[in-house]
């Protein structure tokens, strides 16, 4: 699977952050999906995120995602992963999947993740993102 991850807003208890505004942040999964039955499945990814601001731009951080995999049928799908980022954050990720067309070789989607986290002396936050990709 390829997909571009952008987190549109981040929410905390400190600040209300918008992508955007003074930076981008940019994330490029690399993820593997297993499926047991054809409604549960695992999931797994790995994000490097890369964060452009002044000028210049670099990885800011890499995120590890595991999780359950669940087939909601009409080709909508729900990832509940668990997160670490070597920032040292941690928390979940709720991942709402939606197949938007389908071809002989792939499948393209959209989706919205919610990240939640947790950690490193900072408040707790919620992200609001957007996904798209290809699974083939």
Do not use: C
């Amino acid at each position: 699977m390829f997909l571009n991850r952008r987190p549109i807003t981040t929410l905390s208890a400190n600040h209300y952050e918008a992508n955007f505004s003074h930076y981008y942040v940019v994330g490029f999964p690399i993820g593997l999906n297993l499926w047991k039955t054809a409604k549960l499945g695992f999931s797994l990814e790995i994000v490097p995120i890369i964060r452009a601001e002044n000028g210049t731009s670099r990885v800011a951080n890499i995120l590890f995602h595991s999780g359950v995999l669940v087939n909601f049928g009409h080709d909508f799908t729900l990832a509940s992963r668990l997160s670490f980022e070597t920032s040292g954050r941690y928390g979940f990720s709720p991942v709402l999947n939606k197949i938007v067309k389908r071809s002989k070789t792939n499948s393209y989607f959209v989706a919205l993740p919610i990240p939640v986290r947790f950690g490193n002396d900072q408040p707790t936050s919620v992200t609001a993102g957007l996904q798209v990709g290809i699974v083939f």
